[in-house]
């Protein structure tokens, strides 16, 4: 059996009911405290199908279990071929395989195969604490869905979470480090748990100056992270079609600014939702490194490009907790 989420054509921020029965304004998240110490997959396969943002193509993706210790991999469907070589297509999900990271973080390996616009769907593995799964992609880009994670994350509960005969090995911050880029930066410090504090600035419009703290322990936050959804401002549409990007790009997939008008009817799910999907950005480009984090991280100003640098330091400076270093359970 497989569980399968196609992207509405309507606007899903009115709240009515998407193809998954629930309504797709906020998805229904509980926080599975059991699972925490052990690896997880998924019990069945999850389907999604929509349009790719940046090419405006048909995209698929099928998301299926995999054994403890497979990690999170990707595999181009479309272009496999029965030349014995099935390697050929498949990009592990690492920071060091990211090769562009412009208003979106695409992976390739050395072949040369890519697929892009992964963030959502790591950051909605990330949030629903599976570390074991292989995506087949038939297309170069990942369907954009709503926007957000929310859509991710409720085909991934609904086909199930089950756990492995494997402990979780947690990237454990021993020291405080950052990454920086002008005025933006990346934080990690020593904690107890994860938590996520982002800052955002865009004074010249209606996002304005937002900050938020996060924690993925609080099923509401969960909900209201998962459903934010990505943005840009109207001056900047014709510069990025006019390069290539948001070809796929709607009112039902994107909030748009313009000025100090939201162009979207039905509005923000969220006062914070700009600095909420920035937060959610990060915690997908994170996820790259293919472990959760132990420490206290603070984002000014985050974007692909610096989140995708800082997962590459982290997986330089790698130290697993010497718990939970895979052993068995």
Known sequence: MIVSVTQPRHNVATGRRGPWGKKTGFVDVGVDHLHQSRQCSLREAAEFEGVGLHTGEDAR????????????VFRRKDLERDDGQPFRTVISAAPENVVRSDHGTTIANGFGVCVSTVEHVMAALAIARIDNAVIDVYGPEVPILDGSAAPFLAGL?????????????????????SIKDGDR????EPAE???LHVEIDFEDCLIGRQRRSIS????????????????????EVDALRRAGLIQGGSLENSLVVDGERLLNGAGLRDPNEFVLHKALDLIGDLYLIGMPLRGAVKAVRPGHDVNCRAALTLTRQFCPSASAAAASV
């Not at 979780?168 to 911050?173: A, F, K, M, N, P």
């Open 157 to 177: 509960q609904a086909a199930g979470i089950r756990s492995q005969n494997a402990r979780r090995v947690e990237y454990v911050v021993r020291e405080a480090f």
């Open 216 to 235: 993925l322990s609080d099923a509401s936050e969960i909900a209201k992270l998962a459903s934010a959804r990505t943005f840009c401002r109207l001056h």
């Open 185 to 188: 930066e990346i934080l990690f």
């Open 61 to 72: 993706v099928v998301v299926i279990p995999a054994p403890a210790n497979a990690g999170i």
């Open 193 to 195: 748990h994860f938590s």
